[in-house]
T-cell receptor, first 115, second 113 residues
Framework: NAGVTQTPKFQVLKTGQSMTLQCAQDMNHEYMSWYRQDPGMGLRLIHYSVGAGITDQGEVPNGYNVSRSTTEDFPLRLLSAAPSQTSVYFC??????????????FGNGTRLTVT | GDSVTQMEGPVTLSEEAFLTINCTYTATGYPSLFWYVQYPGEGLQLLLKATKADDKGSNKGFEATYRKETTSFHLEKGSVQVSDSAVYFCALTPSGGSYIPTFGRGTSLIVHP
């Protein structure tokens, strides 16, 4: 099993450009989420989904959109990139619901720089 | 709301030293508690977990005990190695409701030979 796969690993954008960070998992997990990691700030939840067709906002959703059309995929869209969105982005999944004591499974991250 | 507080880092130790990273939490009910480890350039991965009071999680020589009375889940290792250098995150998942995890801010561990 590949687990949680994130692409790309690195990306440089100019201010105002748009892009999509991809996340796919092959574990049939219901719960998927996006975090950003910044120095001194720990992990901050951007958006999450408890199943296909269901998404909700986390702690820092502004400037980001998500959709969940399948169980496997949970892309994160930046509509108009800003320098404040320079960060490392992690996608994570877990079985959710029945297995609330199950850990999150993380991808290896996408390092995004906005100039 | 729920919260997790970890000791500030970085923690700098010599190889074979004893490690403690403190973690305390605030949550209602009986959350599940986790320690994750993040090696440079990688995502977080589960190190150990405990799902009820007095449970001890252990893995790779690391241990942590779920202390309900002190709302703590301190991470310990008797003899650290250079390869343990990483960032360690304490986290909880609530026992009801949304099940969205809450993370501490992470503690960087640097082990010198």
């Amino acid at each position: 099993n590949a687990g949680v796969t994130q692409t790309p690993k690195f990306q440089v954008l100019k201010t105002g450009q748009s892009m999509t960070l991809q996340c796919a998992q092959d574990m049939n997990h219901e719960y998927m989420s996006w975090y950003r990691q910044d120095p001194g700030m720990g992990l901050r939840l951007i958006h999450y989904s408890v199943g296909a067709g269901i998404t909700d906002q986390g702690e820092v959703p502004n400037g980001y959109n998500v959709s969940r059309s399948t169980t496997e995929d949970f892309p994160l869209r930046l509509l108009s990139a800003a320098p404040s969105q320079t960060s490392v982005y992690f996608c994570a999944s877990s079985p959710q619901g029945v297995h609330y004591n199950s850990p999150l499974h993380f991808g290896n991250g996408t390092r995004l720089t906005v100039t | 709301g729920d919260s997790v507080t970890q000791m500030e880092g970085p923690v700098t130790l010599s190889e074979e030293a004893f490690l403690t990273i403190n973690c305390t939490y605030t949550a209602t009910g009986y959350p599940s508690l986790f320690w994750y480890v993040q090696y440079p350039g990688e995502g977080l991965q589960l190190l150990l977990k405990a799902t009820k009071a007095d449970d001890k999680g252990s893995n790779k020589g690391f241990e942590a005990t779920y202390r309900k009375e002190t709302t703590s889940f301190h991470l310990e290792k008797g003899s650290v190695q250079v390869s343990d250098s990483a960032v360690y995150f304490c986290a909880l998942t609530p026992s009801g409701g949304s099940y969205i995890p809450t993370f501490g801010r992470g503690t960087s561990l640097i082990v010198h030979p």
